[in-house]
């Protein structure tokens, strides 16, 4: 298992405005994701943070918008770029311990953008 | 690609009721599949897992799911609900080939009432 943190555990910005969310592990680990959760809807991939290389993007998702960063194998950020009411969303750090799919999250980034 | 439906979107139960979440799955090749539990203003917590072996898994709080290979579906069932049940709950699969790529269904509102 892992343990995760998430910073901040919630936020509202200005529209126009970039927010940077970490996410902190309690252990090394070789897989780590960013989800987004909109308002009543199921999570979406947003990327696969890389250690030490570029990020991952899903479809529709890109890295002008989201860029990631991942210095080390137990940390990693998503920045949320030039947001708009659209992008308010819970977003979501998840790794992969082991080598059977299993995810583990952190407690969620609650975003509201006004 | 893999895919994932949760065929309702909210059930409504009453407490000490048994209940089933159904999902159903569609994939191209083996699969892991996940049952997560998502409790208001908090993260994912997973519930059980099927990896491989017997196709009736259980997992925590009571839960249990059954593979079914040939109908490509994961239900979840519990025999008794308790009001602490009352949360989201999303179906998930990963290809084995996927890195650790989970793919969600849309979730299940489950609601107990006394």
């Known amino acids: 298992s892992a343990v995760i943190s998430q910073k901040p555990s919630r936020d509202i910005c200005q529209r126009g405005t970039s927010l940077t969310i970490q996410c902190q592990v309690d252990?090394?680990?070789?897989?780590m994701f960013w989800y987004r959760q909109q308002p009543g809807q199921s999570l979406t991939l947003i990327a696969t943070?890389?250690?030490?290389?570029?990020?991952?993007?899903e479809s529709g998702f890109v890295i002008d918008k989201f860029p990631i960063s991942r210095p080390n194998l137990t940390f990693s950020t998503l920045t949320v770029s030039n947001m708009s009411p659209e992008d308010s969303s819970i977003y979501l750090c998840?790794?992969?311990?082991?080598?059977?799919?299993?995810?583990?999250f952190g407690e969620g980034s609650r975003l509201t953008v006004l | 690609a893999q895919s994932v439906t949760q065929l309702d979107s909210q059930v409504p139960v009453f407490e000490e009721a048994p209940v089933e979440l159904r999902c159903n799955y569609s994939?191209?090749?083996?699969?892991?599949l996940f049952w997560y539990v998502q409790y208001p203003n908090q993260g994912l917590q997973l519930l059980l897992k099927?990896?491989?072996?017997?196709?009736l898994v259980k997992g925590i709080n009571g839960f249990e799911a059954e593979f079914n290979k040939s109908q490509t579906s994961f239900h979840l069932r519990k025999p008794s609900v308790h009001i602490s049940d009352t949360a989201e709950y999303f179906c998930?699969?990963?290809?084995?080939?996927?890195?650790?790529?989970?793919?969600f269904g849309q979730g299940t509102e489950l609601s107990v009432k006394p």
């Open positions: 998840s790794v992969r311990t082991g080598n059977t799919g299993e995810l583990f």
């Open positions: 998930a699969v990963t290809a084995y080939n996927q890195g650790g790529k989970l793919i």
């Open positions: 252990s090394q680990v070789t897989m």
């Open positions: 994939s191209s090749v083996s699969v892991y």
């Open positions: 943070a890389n250690q030490g290389s570029e990020a991952t993007y």
């Open positions: 099927y990896l491989s072996g017997s196709t």
